[in-house]
């Protein structure tokens, strides 16, 4: 089998109306435990991001990631969405069909026989559930292409393998939904033209990368432009292969205008960048990726883990944050209480009149990064201009409470410096807080909504924090023998799903068991884990590396005794 690949597009809408975010969920797996390896699907993953980040798109990519790791970035992405936009989701990786039903393998997928059906079908993750997730988050348009492998992973010679076509059985989508398939019903998709195909990518993932780099073709002209293109590849070696769309979106879908920063959607067959005024692009461009440091685009910067928001947009620690539309930094939700014309913004007063606001720097917003100990959450908010005051509430319909004064004077205001923290109980759910600040000369800005998920924020601090501090993973101490401690990845194993060793510049295949993550009180350490090994003592050196909960590893990292 191949790959699945889920594309759910956010769209540039006319000017006027509400404006739609483009987002995508990229998925490749490779590395199967127990089913065929694939070599393809990391790099087609990559190739994709890489693509849709240049088309616009904030892409949230994972890879070689297990059921639990693939559960989370798909309720992540779910959690992204919100009701207007238009989704993107990309999957790469094993796809199979049973009974009509075709199912997304994550890596950890079991091996199975024909009495064990049901197993494999509780350990992967059905196609028309994914749809369903992203259309009950309000999404307009869902666009899916599936690069898989149609031969069954589970037919291995001697076995009584799970019944099933060849192929993935087509899909009969809802309003608003786009399927691409890389191959035709009961036919195989070609991961590569021979042994000596040196394309890093699948026969179809390099035809519908060419298709998309071309603008102004609409999501049909691709489909059709990619048939072709497959279909010649593959009677080039005597193979058939023809990748099959289902289109239920109304009106055209336009993927790349001619200066390549925006995605329309139209009733009526798109123009051409410059042709209609109406016609905006306007869309946040970045990659939120979860694997290194962030490579955002034009306007935007952020660290792993970015939640979008109409108008700050949060994520972990240190996370910088940019709007690209000036006239309204505090996105759509917050349109009637900061607008503007051009560079000059108007503020709301705390007495309900407003002032024109020419010294705000355009196209820029408060930024938040978050920290967490077992006393509760602390929310240190920046404010893009000086300060004299700053305020927060939790709720729509609550009163405003400010954060307070610090006994340090603000050398470009000659005042107390505000209080930038935000506390907040360690049991604090999934919200949005609402931030504004009063300048100087005594104009109220914002309010500016911050989007607060405990669980991403946990996780991505925790992750920052190990990645800025890897030569303290561990530390060798001598008691009766020689000891390792692994205490600082057992007080942050909340960003950790599993540690692997080797000694003396052994590949780390060992593993070191953690203690669950407590998310109550996160740094507590149970009295019954065990936090150290005994090791032989002339060891020199210990390897590690650590495998996140989004499914992503560390760097091979190796400390000296």
């Not at 699945?4 to 404006?19: I, R, V």
């Not at 091996?111 to 059906?117: C, D, P, T």
């Not at 037919?155 to 899909?171: D, F, M, N, Q, Y």
Request: glycine residues 8%; hydrophobic residues 40%; charged residues 25%.
């Amino acid at each position: 089998m191949r790959r699945l690949l889920a594309l759910f597009l956010l769209f540039t809408l006319a000017a006027g109306a509400a404006e739609a975010r483009n987002l995508a969920l990229v998925i490749g797996n490779d590395d199967y435990e127990n089913v065929p390896r694939l070599k393809k699907a990391v790099n087609d993953a990559e190739a994709i991001s890489a693509e849709l980040e240049r088309l616009g798109f904030a892409v949230r990519r994972v890879e070689n990631v297990d059921q639990r790791a693939m559960s989370r970035a798909l309720v992540a992405f779910n959690n992204d969405l919100g009701p207007g936009d238009h989704a993107l989701f990309y999957y790469s990786g094993h796809g199979f069909e049973i009974g009509g039903t075709n199912y997304l393998l994550p890596t950890d997928v079991p091996s199975a026989e024909a009495s064990q059906i049901d197993i494999v079908r509780d350990a992967a993750f059905p196609v028309d559930r994914i749809i369903e997730g992203i259309r009950d988050r309000g999404a307009d348009v869902a666009i899916l292409v599936l690069d898989a492998c149609r031969d069954n992973p589970f037919a291995e010679p001697g076995t009584r393998a799970i019944a099933a076509t060849r192929g993935l059985a087509r899909i009969d989508a809802p309003e608003g939904v786009f399927v691409l398939m890389s191959a035709g019903t009961k036919q195989a998709a070609l991961d590569r033209l021979s042994d000596s195909d040196a394309n890093p990518n699948s026969v179809f993932t390099r035809t519908f990368l060419a298709e998309l780099k071309k603008p102004n073709q609409t999501l049909v002209e691709i489909a059709k432009r990619t048939q072709v293109g497959v279909k010649k590849l593959a009677a080039s070696i005597g193979y058939q292969q023809t990748p099959a769309y289902y289109d239920q979106i109304i009106g055209d879908v336009v993927l790349a205008s001619a200066d390549a920063g925006s995605v329309v959607t139209s009733d009526e067959p798109a123009p051409a960048t410059g042709d209609d005024p109406q016609h905006v692009s306007g869309n946040v461009r970045t990659q939120i990726a979860t694997k290194g440091e962030v490579q955002a685009g034009a306007g935007v910067s952020m660290g792993s883990g970015v939640i979008m928001g109409p108008g700050v947009i949060i994520g972990g620690k240190s996370a910088d944050i940019a709007v690209e539309d000036p006239a309204n930094p505090a996105g759509d939700d917050a349109a009637d209480k900061v607008t503007g014309q051009g560079g000059i913004v108007t503020a709301m007063l705390p007495g309900g009149g407003a002032i024109a606001r020419p010294g705000l720097p355009s196209g820029r917003a408060p930024i938040a990064s978050f920290s967490r100990s077992n006393a509760g959450w602390t929310i240190t908010v920046s404010t893009p201009e000086p300060a004299v005051a700053l305020s927060y509430r939790l709720s729509p319909t609550a009163q405003f409470r400010e954060t307070g004064l610090l006994d340090v004077l603000d050398q470009r205001t000659g005042q107390r410096m505000p209080n930038p923290n935000i506390q907040l109980s360690g049991k604090a759910r999934q919200t949005v807080i609402e931030v504004r600040y009063r300048t100087v000369d005594g104009a109220t800005v914002g309010p500016f909504p911050i989007r607060f998920d405990p669980e991403v924020a946990l996780y991505d601090s925790q992750r920052r924090a190990l990645e800025g501090i890897w030569p303290s993973w561990v530390e060798f101490r001598e008691f009766n023998g020689l000891l390792v401690y692994f205490t600082t990845l057992v007080s942050y194993r909340c960003a950790i799903t599993e540690v692997r060793y080797g000694l003396d510049g052994a590949e780390p295949l060992r593993r070191f068991d953690l203690p669950p993550c407590d998310p109550d009180a996160p740094f507590n350490i149970p009295e019954d884990a065990e936090i150290y090994l005994k090791i032989p003592e002339r060891t020199k050196s210990i390897s590690l590396r650590l495998t996140w909960r989004d499914g992503t590893q560390s760097e091979v990292n190796t400390i000296e005794k």
